[in-house]
Every structure is written in structure tokens, then in C-alpha cells.
Nanobody
Framework: QVQLVESGGGLVQAGGSLRLSCAAS????????MGWFRQAPGKEREFVAG????????YYKDSVKGRFTISRDNAKNTVYLQKNSLEPEDTAVYYCAADRVQFRGWASRRPDDYNYWGQGTQVTVSS
């Protein structure tokens, strides 16, 4: 059983920064792509960023490109999301997720391609 535990959420003013962490356990972390998703009240869960299993390839939602950076440390079984220049529109619960397919060469943007999810961490950006 895979466990994903997020941390690092909180309240921040617009223009500020936060770094989310997601610690994984239960299977070979380095064999799976990872993703970050978010869900705002009344909205569907949406892809934010993804990273390939070896960290070479990264993918972003257009609205966060240049502001967010996804990275991973396979030695620590952890994936990160550095968020800079935060905007009120970034307010949401953020979830990390692990790919259901081992050795996939890229990170999918589709929630259905991920079968393990963290509990979520709230990020609130005040204007």
C-alpha cells in the first residue's frame, strides 16, 4: 500500500511563496511519475504539475508556468512543489498523486492515471 503525506500548506499573502512536500512510502518511488493537483471549492480537481520518474521531464498547467516548480528527490522519496508569486486564484486544496503505471516515461495530466493520492493540504492566498 502506498502512502503519500503532504505538508507545507498555509496562509500566505499574494506575491508570497510556499513549498509543498509530499513524502511517499510503500513502493519503489523512483519507478513512478508523480503529480500535483488542486481543487478549489465548487470546482473540479485540476492538474497543476507533473514530473517524470527520474525528474528529467516536468509539466505544468499554463497558468502556473514560470511561478511553480516541481522537483523530486528519489533518495528521500519526496516530491516538492515550489510556489512563487502566489495569486488568490491559487487558493485550493493541493494533492500529490502517484502514477498507476510503473516506468511510464512521462507524467500524465489526467487524474485517472494516478491511483494513489495524499490527504491534501490547504493553501490560501489572501489579496
Amino acid at each position: 500500500q502506498v502512502q503519500l503525506v503532504e505538508s507545507g500548506g498555509g496562509l500566505v499573502q499574494a506575491g508570497g511563496s510556499l513549498r509543498l512536500s509530499c513524502a511517499a512510502s510503500g513502493r519503489t518511488f523512483s519507478s513512478y511519475a508523480m503529480g500535483w493537483f488542486r481543487q478549489a471549492p465548487g470546482k473540479e480537481r485540476e492538474f497543476v504539475a507533473g514530473i517524470s520518474k527520474n525528474g528529467v521531464s516536468t509539466y505544468y498547467k499554463d497558468s502556473v508556468k514560470g511561478r511553480f516548480t516541481i522537483s523530486r528527490d528519489n533518495a528521500k522519496n519526496t516530491v516538492y512543489l515550489q510556489k512563487n508569486s502566489l495569486e488568490p486564484e491559487d487558493t485550493a486544496v493541493y494533492y500529490c498523486a502517484a502514477d498507476r503505471v510503473q516506468f511510464r516515461g512521462w507524467a500524465s495530466r489526467r487524474p485517472d492515471d494516478y491511483n494513489y493520492w495524499g490527504q491534501g493540504t490547504q493553501v490560501t492566498v489572501s489579496s
